[in-house]
């Protein structure tokens, strides 16, 4: 008995010391057999690899990876710059605005795939453009038909003619055919010219097109694609871009690799471009950091993509991705809360991180972060007059941005100046929005004047409103139940204090949340915008008339012809023209002012990230609007390799002390069991 | 035994449903798939996508709005409005374009002919490129009389007509170069067994990709009239199925209330209406083409007047048949009909009667959806989703990947680290449990029950986070995350099973102990050693094999959760298990992937607990399943 019991054990213990040196082994060795893999991690899974569908960032980035759009923005110009891609030039545009010339590459294929006719992509024509506007407009679940809703002639009528032929369709089979012949109707504002050239006839001038076809909801799909893998396209995706995927293994990594047909043509910047990037903007900046250029020289000239292959491992938890990092195994990492003080003090690296060659990137995002108060609300709304406005505002005065930027986001946010970010060229440095500076005793001298009591004395007020005798509250619907949530209903709470209202801060669900917002339920709201495209035209919709409505993006349901008159104007004046761009500035400044007037939005913040980079990382200059800037990606995977296993210390003593330890007790164990035998 | 088995089965399916119930409810009437949608789409959100991704992710059938608007009287009335409207605008169109076709028919008949069509389909002949697939046909009738004639005569007074027409159109620059080419192909002007060759002229080729277009470009309107008929039919079919009459039972209250509405859907009607014509693609082709066949018969016409005596006389062509050419061009052209040609009519009443068409099937379907609501209510809807449920047709989660392929690969990682390390737990427990009641009072057992106080005191959290740090991070025996398939892939899962077994120790070997401890007590077990039987085999044989009831009780409660898997672990260890899919599902309202965990996780603890009670019976004689 005794004896088939130590047998059994040994062969156990035996058994996993052998899996688990292999698998350790396997580890150290890595797959980095090629020369250049990059290595990176995401919190989760993207949720499509289908562009015309991808709504997310997440998606939107693994999507460029495959495919391409007619235009994106140049690799490290700043303010962002639109260059074509897949298009031949800039679109050539009609005096009324309303049509869109665009030439298209005559060198661009396909991904070789197995969808085409003897696995050979093929090369991309005006047709498969105009096909996937079309794709995309007939699709039912895509969330990006707003970049063009009501924008090219004939696309709403024939997105609804594509829903009443495909909508009570149940069978797939049906479907599909169906489809087939949805899409090969033609749409009379998308025309083709020639083999290579396109027309898109608008309803009203869209500066803002081109832009729109930088997103990854207008990249160009070949129809085989659709047709061979139905609706599995989404994790099957075949493009023209510059990575094939090599395989998707849901939870657990996505593995991309070169794509060998990728044109010749697209290289790497050459030395002449980073002279005239030096001549004409002094440099490349992440952040208010000069980018130092000589770390590209390598790469002059180089085929793109870089890298031969691009590693995404799915890590929700941080902490794994934190440990990887340290271990070498990431090559990029943005700290969370609490990886924040081990790896960055007083806005610098930590020695730790400094002595493993890490270095850091801080750079400001386009999201922004504010309040928004309903005004239809009759309490906090136009129907409260005076005294709500007067509640609005003061609540604006009690917000110290930069105290909870340090307490709360170690200091990752920029306190918003105006609805702008700093990264446009529509930024008025000059200009400060007055629902955006701290000021608490003036907010409760406007309080004062619109006739409430206030007593109180310190940090601490507590404002009656004296018709009524009862005390001045807000009520804010916080996105999400989180830490995040947490802390910020506790500073709104400390802050409105400051100047006596009482803060009744509500965290819900993130979709509970949504539906109040966008049904108009609630008093006031935390909401957050990410910008899709570089132009202040974004973000001043945010408050037009039209989209004062139940799912409008106007959550405030602030109402103002005069600004909306501006917006119209604003939305047709372009910032790279320097005349133009000094009237929208001017326009801007004054719709912030009507704003001020009003007070339904208040600013708090733009994001702002911390990234570390290990040193073999080729450093990477931030686009938030650039989904396709992986080609650019490099990583040294001899110098990570040989890094990795430098700092990988296996210490014999602490095993040791484990296995005499389980030895000890095990054998105590044998001898009492042997014992009572 | 058998029968006990069944009948305990036979009990599961009150209890799956009474789960499925509670699951329903909960779904349905805290959190409607219009929150769902809106979370879903974000910035896409507005009233059509919702509708859009409800009805493509199948809430139809569901809807709590579709619930609390059991009275679809609103929204009947304003189909039914449209519906009768857009009927009524058929109508009126088909109306109009009668005398059009009037126009067109004597037209016909007047070239009825032979001889006549055989001029007309000459001129076609002489005509445009764009019409010399019509020439192909045209010269395919005549080849009989070309082939006796053996000459090509008849073109030349034509030809020379057309010679001397200025300033040259390309018309008739074309249709020079048709007969030049011709010309140049029956060099002998013998037709005899060469016509064939006529099918090879460029021109002909031209036409011929033309004509297919112009196809083309009817086909979207026959296409749309079939499937409108067809969904409409079918809807006829159900309504059959279902009962009589519907309408009756409207609320008048509410059909006066929906006015507003249906106002507001007839402006929006009218609006559509207006701009159809205009943004269709196909119509504006075929109104190209159209156009560009007048052009072409006005060229003829001039050429043929200009050479009006001898063609006359030749072929004994009437005036007449001129006047009725250019009737036909005229009601063509719609000078005397508001300015719509005949495709313009005939697109708009297919536009209009689709949409009747397709109306009138929402009006039944409402009315099918309507009456089986107040019929069946709640039940029906219930029953629609039990049903899914047992067919196992869980739909897509919110990712569009189908919930049925998320939990099969979410499954096998989970099972692959769940069950060893819960086997190996349940060992290790219960060996020093035996040991500690054995030692009971000893230093032994005292450390044990310490050992075990200390690790149940452990948050698994900060266990997961130190052990992984130190362990895998620093000393770098184990992988710090990740996973494979096969067997290597166990690396990945060494260091997170030992956290388990650490986690769950404690508690299992409190539990276990105290379990023993009951047993040693008892007469049996002195008995046993008044009997002299060694401490091992009183132990193993004995005391294990009765406190195996309540520890086969405790499994059958544990052992269906194995399947889900640890969040903790699997998140910090980066292992794709049911673990996250069940808590992001949660966090973002993933009905469909929630509702099937939820049904799984029921039918595995039944039969988790059906098996239990099987294994009552195996260990325990006492025990008999009647």
Redo the contacts between chains.
């Keep these: 008995?005794f004896k088939r019991t130590l047998t059994l054990a040994l062969l156990i213990a035996g058994l996993?010391t052998a899996?688990?040196l292999?698998?350790?082994q396997?580890?150290m060795i890595e797959i980095d057999d090629l020369p250049v893999v990059v290595r990176r991690e995401l919190t989760?899974?993207p949720?499509?690899i289908d562009p015309h569908?991808a709504?997310d960032v997440v998606s939107s980035a693994q999507s460029g990876m495959a495919y391409e759009q007619l235009y994106d923005y140049d690799y490290l110009k700043q303010p962002a710059q639109l260059v074509p891609r897949l298009a031949a030039a800039m679109p050539v545009i009609s005096e009324d605005g309303k049509s869109h010339r665009i030439k298209l590459r005559d060198d661009v294929y396909f991904q070789d795939n197995r969808c085409f006719p003897g696995g050979k992509g093929r090369k991309m024509t005006a047709d498969d453009v105009l096909y996937s506007f079309k794709r995309m407009a007939a699709h039912?679940?895509?969330?990006?038909?707003?970049v063009v809703e009501h924008k090219i002639?004939?696309l709403?009528?024939y997105r609804s003619y594509a829903?009443?032929?495909l909508?009570?369709i149940e069978d797939n089979k049906l479907r599909a055919e169906?489809e087939k012949?949805v899409h090969?109707?033609?749409?009379?504002g998308l025309r083709k010219l020639g083999e290579y050239e396109i027309e898109i006839l608008l309803t009203e001038p869209y500066l803002q097109l081109t832009y729109c076809m930088c997103m990854s909801y207008l990249a160009v799909m070949p129809r085989e694609a659709v047709e061979f893998y139905g609706?599995d396209v989404?994790r099957n995706p075949v493009g023209t871009g510059p990575f094939v995927l090599k395989y998707w293994?849901?939870?657990?990594e996505l593995l991309w690799d070169r794509n060998p047909n990728y044109r010749k043509s697209e290289v790497f910047p050459g030395e002449a471009y980073f002279r005239q990037l030096q001549a004409e903007q002094g440099g490349v900046k992440v952040g208010e950091k000069a980018v130092d250029l000589d770390q590209y020289k390598p790469y002059w000239g180089r085929q793109l993509p870089l890298a031969d292959r691009i590693s995404f491992?799915?890590?929700?938890?941080s902490?794994?991705s934190w440990?990887?990092f340290?271990?070498g195994?990431i090559d990029v990492f943005a700290p969370e809360s609490d990886q924040f003080s081990v790896a960055i003090q007083n806005d610098s690296l930590t020695p730790e991180m400094i002595e493993k060659g890490i270095y850091l990137d801080k750079y400001e995002r386009p999201v922004v972060e504010y309040f928004t108060f309903n005004m239809d609300d009759p309490k906090l709304g136009t129907l409260g007059g005076e005294k709500a406005k007067a509640i609005r505002k003061a609540f604006s005065c009690s917000l110290d941005r930069e105290e909870y930027i340090r307490t709360y986001l170690n200091g990752r946010g920029v306190p918003a100046r105006m609805m702008v970010p700093r990264l446009f060229p529509e930024y008025d440095d000059d200009y400060v929005y007055p629902h955006s500076v701290y000021d608490p005793a003036k907010g409760r001298e406007i309080l004062k004047e619109a006739g409430f009591r206030l007593d109180g004395s310190g940090d601490k007020w507590k404002a009656v409103d004296p018709d009524t005798g009862e005390p001045v509250t807000i009520t804010m619907l916080l996105r999400g139940t989180t830490q995040t949530s947490e802390d910020m209903a506790t500073f709104l709470r400390t802050s409105c204090s400051t100047v006596g209202i009482e803060m009744n801060a509500l965290k819900l669900?993130?979709?509970?949340f949504?539906?109040r917002q966008?049904g108009g339920t609630g008093q006031s709201y935390n909401a957050g915008w990410v910008l899709?495209y570089p132009d202040a035209q974004n973000m001043m919709m945010l408050v037009i008339g039209k989209e004062a409505r139940?799912?409008?993006?106007n959550s405030a349901r602030y109402r103002n012809a005069e600004y909306d008159a501006k917006y119209e104007r604003v939305s047709k004046l372009r910032a790279d023209v320097p005349e133009e761009l000094a009237e929208k500035k001017q326009l801007i400044r004054e719709m912030h002012e009507i704003l001020a007037e009003d007070c339904p939005w208040v600013l708090m913040y733009f994001q702002r990230t911390y990234r570390l980079n290990h040193k073999w990382s080729l450093q990477a200059v931030p686009n938030d609007f650039n989904y396709t800037l992986f080609k650019y990606a490099a990583s040294d995977s001899q110098l990570r390799r040989v890094t990795a296993n430098e700092w990988?210390?296996?210490?014999l003593l602490?095993?040791a002390i484990m296995a005499i330890l389980a030895l000890t007790l095990g054998a105590l164990?044998l001898f009492?069991?042997v014992r009572?035998? | 035994m058998w029968t006990y088995i069944a009948r305990r089965l036979l009990y599961a399916v009150p209890i799956l449903i009474g789960v499925l119930f509670l699951t329903f409810l909960l779904f349905f009437a805290i959190?409607s798939p219009?929150?769902?949608a809106?979370?879903?789409?974000?910035?896409?959100?507005?009233?059509d996508?919702?509708a859009?991704?409800m009805?493509?992710q199948g809430y139809a059938t569901y809807t709590a709005s579709g619930l609390e608007k059991l009275a679809k009287a609103p929204e009947l009335e304003r189909l039914s409005k449209a519906q009768s409207e857009r009927g009524e605008d058929a109508r009126q169109l088909t109306a109009d374009s009668e005398g059009l076709r009037k126009a067109h028919g004597p037209t016909e008949a007047a070239l009825a002919p032979a001889k006549l069509v055989e001029v007309k389909r000459l001129l076609g002949a002489l005509g445009t490129l764009d019409a010399a697939k019509e020439a192909t046909a045209a010269l395919g009738k005549i080849e009989g009389r070309l082939t006796q004639a053996n000459t090509l005569p008849v073109l030349e007074p034509l030809v020379a007509a057309l010679e001397a027409v200025e300033p040259r159109t390309p018309v008739i620059e074309g249709t020079l170069a048709a007969v030049a080419s011709l010309r140049a192909a029956l060099p002998d002007a013998k037709l005899a067994g060469r016509l064939e060759l006529i099918d090879t002229l460029p021109e002909v080729k031209k036409a011929k990709e033309a004509d297919a277009a112009s196809e083309?470009v009817a086909a979207?309107f026959e296409?749309?009239k079939a499937?409108?008929k067809k969904?409409a039919d079918a809807l006829g079919e159900k309504i059959k199925a279902v009962s009589g009459d519907k309408e009756k039972k409207i609320d008048p209250d509410l059909v006066a209330k929906a006015r507003l509405e249906a106002e507001l859907a007839r402006t929006k009607a009218e609006y559509a209406k207006k701009?159809?014509p205009?943004?269709?693609?196909?119509t504006?082709?075929a109104l190209a083409a159209q156009l560009a066949w007048l052009d072409a018969d006005r060229a003829k016409l001039a050429a043929m007047r200009e050479a009006a005596p001898d063609f006359t006389d030749a072929d004994g062509v009437q005036d007449p048949v001129f006047a009725t050419l250019l009737a036909e061009l005229e009601a063509r052209r719609g000078v005397a009909h508001g300015g719509k040609t005949l495709a313009e009519y005939d697109y708009a009443v297919a536009r209009a009667e689709?949409d009747a068409h397709?109306l009138q099937?929402q009006v039944q379907g409402l009315i099918i959806t309507a009456e089986d609501t107040q019929r069946h209510g709640l039940i029906r809807l219930f029953v629609t989703y039990v049903r899914d449920l047992f067919t196992f047709n869980f739909g897509q989660n919110?990712?569009?990947r189908p919930v049925s392929e998320?939990l099969l690969?979410?499954m096998g990682?989970s099972l692959k680290l769940m069950i060893p390390a819960f086997l190996l737990t349940e060992i290790i427990a219960v060996t020093l449990a035996l040991?500690a009641a054995?030692?009971r009072g000893t230093r032994?057992d005292r450390s044990l029950v310490v050992m075990s106080v200390f690790l149940m005191s452990f948050s698994s959290i900060a266990m997961t986070?130190f052990i992984?740090?130190v362990v895998?991070?620093d000393?770098?025996?184990?992988?710090?995350?990740?996973?494979?398939s096969g067997?290597?892939?166990?690396?990945?899962l060494?260091l997170p099973m030992f956290i388990y077994v650490i986690i769950s120790l404690g508690t299992q070997m409190r539990f276990n102990r105290i379990l023993m401890l009951d047993e040693i007590g008892q007469d049996y077990v002195r008995t046993a050693r008044a009997k002299g039987l060694?401490?091992?085999a009183i132990l193993f044989r004995h005391v294990l094999r009765n406190t195996l009831i309540p520890l086969i009780t405790r499994w059958a409660v544990v052992i269906p959760n194995l399947y889900l898997g640890s969040l903790v672990l699997?998140?910090?260890?980066?292992?794709?298990?049911l673990g996250?899919?069940t808590v992001?599902a949660i966090?973002?309202?993933d009905v469909n992937t929630i509702r099937a965990l939820v049904f799984i996780g029921t039918i595995i603890y039944i039969l988790a607990t059906l098996l239990a009670d099987v294994l009552y019976a195996v260990v325990d004689p006492r025990v008999k399943l009647k």
């Design positions: 008995m996993f899996i688990g292999n698998g350790c396997q580890m989760s899974d949720k499509t569908l709504g039912p679940k895509t969330t990006g038909y707003w002639v004939g709403d009528a829903e009443s032929m909508g009570a169906k012949e090969s109707i033609d749409v009379p609706e989404y293994d849901w939870g657990r491992r799915i890590l929700k938890e902490q794994a440990l990887e340290l271990a195994h669900e993130f979709p509970e949504l539906k966008y899709d139940n799912n409008g993006l990988r210390q296996t210490p602490p095993a164990f009492k069991v009572n035998q | 959190s219009e929150d769902l809106r979370s879903q789409l974000q910035k896409g959100a507005n009233n996508s919702i859009r991704w009805r493509d083309a979207p296409a749309m499937e409108a969904a701009i159809a205009l943004s269709d693609a196909a504006e082709a689709h397709l099937g919110n990712a569009q998320v690969s979410g990682p040991f054995l030692y032994i986070m992984q740090k895998a991070a000393w770098g025996y184990f992988p710090i995350a990740g996973y494979a067997l290597p892939g166990y690396a990945f060494i060694g401490q091992n699997e998140s910090f260890f980066g292992i794709p298990g996250g899919i992001q966090a973002i309202r």
